[in-house]
């Protein structure tokens, strides 16, 4: 697994989980991260360095598994991962505010995953989950404001 | 073939691995002739030293490093037909040049195009591809005589190396973690992904794949229907076609390979692997398409393990025994037991390397993780003087051994010896006839080489520290070597042949681009500069 396993998320099926890994202390020049472990497959785990400790995680089952991981320093660094399944591969996205606790979700039906974020009007990150583009709606409580690629 | 090895010989040397590589030596110990493996004092190590000197060192370590193998590089210019393709970065553009003409045409590609491969084409075009390292993309241009067409195709994000199936149908860029510019990566950030590139859709596809921890290798079999990436955890499996997919895991050998070294060769066609791990006699055989596993468990560690060019045999170097033996077994099934292998015993020499000849009958064994001055050469072709040997003094440590196309010939990198004023040295050495060496003092390192298939090559040095810079172009047939110099600082992998303009080439750092070309059969050299605006030929 190369990191010290924090917390495991198995998906809704059983056929992958997430781990996180403990946080390396600030001097050890390691990077936290997570891996996706594919459970009913002998094929390798993915591990993807993050630049942040992991916030949250949601996943989805069916013919095109997904999941969603939230990076979290609670301070200044915001990073959502999309993990595209059974290939693994893994796209990024840097979040303008900090993430809000349960918060992280996808959507399958809509193809999006979203990342609600702590700001004063409202703001709401939605991640194509198969692009990995993502627009961010700001405001929308007063007045919505869409950005694409943030 | 392939082979993969984690080089971590260079600060054992600098503890004090470096003693000892005397000029003192005969330059050549073949007048003592071929000699049989069981002879054990038999005059093939007549220059070899006394024994108080095996293998022309003065200081064996108890526990040597591992051997070192040499990489290739992609961030250089690549040639298909008479073209010679090469990518600038910082203007985004590649440009194709005709290395009999001189004529160039550029095109443009995507943001920061780095990382070049030639793609087998139909007759009348020629293709290549590059890795836009700016804008995670790919271009995949094709040229003919009139026409240059460029398609974009989406990649990972870090790619570095290609691998091309033989046929051109597939293209994989993948991450090689060796390679990698720039800071030191994290331990934890494993590369994992690539990208298949069908290159034969139309528009060529992408699709994106993770493969496990730190690919080394990456290969197609010989049908193109099955890719292998060779990863920390074993080697992954890939099923092309119209949907790529990762199809399965092998794992080898649980050693920790912060600490030992692995080598995993496939075969040419993709059947088998075959598998070392330094510190370990055990040689693992994998068939890749059912993971049935046998272990032959050999005499003494192996210290170097290569496949034959046609993938029907192996060779062992059990360089830890006393004296180092050379196993040579058919593969994948070796038919008899380890003890009744086909074997020669090396007295008196540093043998814990092998590099085998593209004719499959020779092997040249050597050392290079410790100081030593010799080659043996291994005769493995059928025949009366099966598996007879001779042991060559090249008068330096030896860095790495290259093999002509046609196996009669090969150059050797060295260090030069102590006392010596030269910078560099490099020796040409027949592999059949029994002729001396011709060894060649360098003001700078050997640094490159390509060989033509006609009995030409270039050996490029250069030295960052100063303004010693220049090719060898090398006449194999009789030895005979001239020197020319270089305008400006050769860059890495980037010394080459084009076989349909019968010229090598050397690319350049040059803001706008420079190339020399060399013809290879009255050694004019011409150098290009300033393609990228408007070209300027200096004739020297």
Known sequence: ?150 | MVSERIQRAVLLLALGYGAGCGMDGAADSTGAGPSRPSDQNNGNQASAGSSSNPGGITQEPSEPPPEMEVDQSFRAPVATGKLLWSANPDSGRVALIDAQSLSVRMTNAGFGPTYLAAVPSKSGTDSAIVLNVGSHDASFIQATATQIETVTIATHVGANAWSVSSDGKYAIAWTDAAHLEGVPSDTLNGYSELTVIDLSASPPSSTRLSVGFRPSQVVFDADGTHAFAVVDEGISVLELGKKPRLSGLLTVSAADLSTHTRDVNIAPDGSFAVVRVDGSPDVEIIDLASDARQVLTLESNVTDLDLSADGKSATAVLGDATPPEVVSFAVPSPGVEPAQFERAAIPGELVRSVTLAPSDQLALLYANAVPSNHVTLLDTAPGQHHFEFRTVDVQGAVRGIYVAPDSQTAITFQAPPAGSSKKGLFSIVPTTAVRSPRIVGTDAEPAEIAFSDTGKALVTVHDAKSSARGVYVIGLANLDQNFVPLASEPLSGATGIVPLAKRGFVAQKHPEGRITFIDLETGAAQTLSGFEIAARVVAR
Not at chain 1, 7 to 12: E, N
Not at chain 1, 27 to 44: L, M
Not at chain 1, 78 to 97: G, H, I, T
């Open chain 1, 1 to 150: 697994m190369r990191g010290n396993v924090r917390d495991v998320y198995p998906s809704p099926d059983g056929a992958y989980a997430i781990a996180s890994f403990v946080s390396p202390t600030r001097d050890s020049g390691v990077k936290p991260g997570f891996a996706a472990i594919p459970v009913s497959a002998t094929t390798p785990v993915r591990v993807q360095t993050t630049e942040a400790p992991v916030f949250a995680v949601a996943q989805s089952a069916g013919k095109t598994p997904r999941a969603i991981v939230t990076v979290s320093d609670g301070s200044a660094i915001f990073s959502a991962y999309v993990v595209r399944m059974p290939e693994l591969v893994v796209d990024s996205v840097k979040l303008p505010s900090r993430p809000l606790p349960g918060a992280t979700g996808l959507v399958p039906d809509a193809g999006v995953a979203y990342v609600a974020q702590a700001h004063p009007q409202g703001r709401i990150t939605f991640i194509n989950l198969e692009t990995g583009v993502a627009r961010t709606i700001t405001g929308f409580e007063i007045a919505a404001k869409v950005v694409n690629g943030q």
